[in-house]
């Protein structure tokens, strides 16, 4: 299949028992880690060490000090952390990834990173014989615990081959993408689409309560309807019709997402008001609920806005 083309595939039977180490038990590292530890020698290290040691006691993972412990000896490296920034600056130094990496590695990137900084790292890794991807993923903290995550990946097929056996251990639609970094440009799309519609179902459903429309009917047909999405079908009903508002993803990660797609489309010169508009909307509900505000928050917002809530 050649590069660009949609060549995916989905779980069989995954090679186990590889060395493998997972950086940033976050979120989602964290159960992506899990299903990790399942099939393959595992190694984690976490920049908080109380919850690399929490993990490795409950599902039976080695822990390193350091980054260059845990990838002294790894054959796969895998990272899972807020940016590619994050990730670069894990490299350095004395106890940093790029002192215990080995000739050999594959190095698989899972956080949702930005393209640029991705071919960075790559080109600094490859002078080491160490092989870089970018391989974020989407289907959330349920869809890591199911292992049925998306994972969009960026490299040569060569790569997308080797990588994709272990990726199996979490995802099930693994994608090639492309070269390096087309797996972070798919995934910051896809999430600037995914914050276009969490506005768009606040400001539609608090007018539609206001009407005197019932929330949860009016869920209901929309989900029966053209108007529906993945929020409306999946998250409102899930999440904000029952009053729940789960934590699970943070809206300043959705936010940093957004950030890259308009910065990619702006690289190309292509102008997009509409998405604009929407990352403006989202940094600002950023600004005013914090760095721990779940990414659907931005819909409480527009309930205190307009005094309607959604709930049914
Ligand atoms: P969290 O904020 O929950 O966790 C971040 C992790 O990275 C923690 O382990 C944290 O360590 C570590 N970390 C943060 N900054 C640094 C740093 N400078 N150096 C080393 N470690 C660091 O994030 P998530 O797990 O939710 O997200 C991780 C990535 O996955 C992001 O790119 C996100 O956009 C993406 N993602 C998240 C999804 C979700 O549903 N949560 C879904 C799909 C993608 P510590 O424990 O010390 O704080």
New binding site residues.
């Given amino acids: 299949m050649h590069p660009g083309g949609v060549a995916s595939y989905t779980l069989n039977s995954p090679v186990n028992d590889m060395r493998i180490a997972f950086?940033?038990?976050?979120?989602?590292?964290?159960p992506m880690a899990a299903r990790v530890a399942r099939l393959h020698q595992l190694t984690v290290w976490?920049?908080?060490q109380e919850?690399a040691h929490a993990f490795a006691a409950e599902h039976g993972a080695a822990v390193s000090a350091t980054p260059r412990d845990a990838a002294a000896g790894a054959e796969v490296v895998i990272t899972?952390?807020?940016?590619s920034r994050?990730v670069e600056?894990?490299l350095d130094g004395p106890r940093g990834l790029e002192a215990g990496l080995t000739a050999g590695t594959l190095f698989l990137d899972?956080?949702?990173?930005d393209a640029a900084t991705t071919r960075r790292i790559a080109e600094r890794l490859a002078k080491r014989d160490v092989t870089f991807a970018d391989a974020?993923?989407?289907?959330?903290?349920n869809g890591?615990e199911a292992g049925t995550?998306t994972v969009m990946v960026g490299g040569d097929p060569a790569t997308f081959e080797r990588a994709r056996p272990v990726l199996e251990a979490f995802g099930k639609r693994i994608v090639h993408m492309g070269p390096l970094g087309c797996g972070d440009a798919m995934?910051a799309v896809n999430?600037t689409l995914l914050g276009v519609n969490i506005l768009a179902l606040g400001e539609s459903l608090t007018a539609l309560v206001k009407a005197g429309v019932n929330a949860r009917v009016a869920v209901e047909t929309l989900n029966a309807s053209s108007g529906r999405s993945f929020v409306s079908e999946a998250l409102v009903p899930d999440r904000v019709l029952n009053g729940t508002w789960p934590r699970?993803?943070?809206l300043a990660?959705?936010d940093?997402?957004v950030g890259i797609c308009l910065d990619q489309l702006k690289e190309l010169g292509l102008g997009a008001p509409l998405l604009e508009r929407a990352g403006n909307l989202l940094h600002e509900a950023r600004e005013a609920l914090g760095e721990d505000a779940d990414y659907l928050e931005p819909i409480r917002l527009q309930e205190r806005r307009t005094g309607a809530e959604i709930r049914g």
């Fill in positions: 950086l940033g038990l976050g979120a989602i590292g964290r976490n920049r908080t919850r899972c952390l807020p940016t994050d600056g894990l899972c956080t949702s990173g974020p993923v989407s289907g959330g903290t890591a995550l995934k999430n699970t993803f943070r990660l959705l940093k997402d």
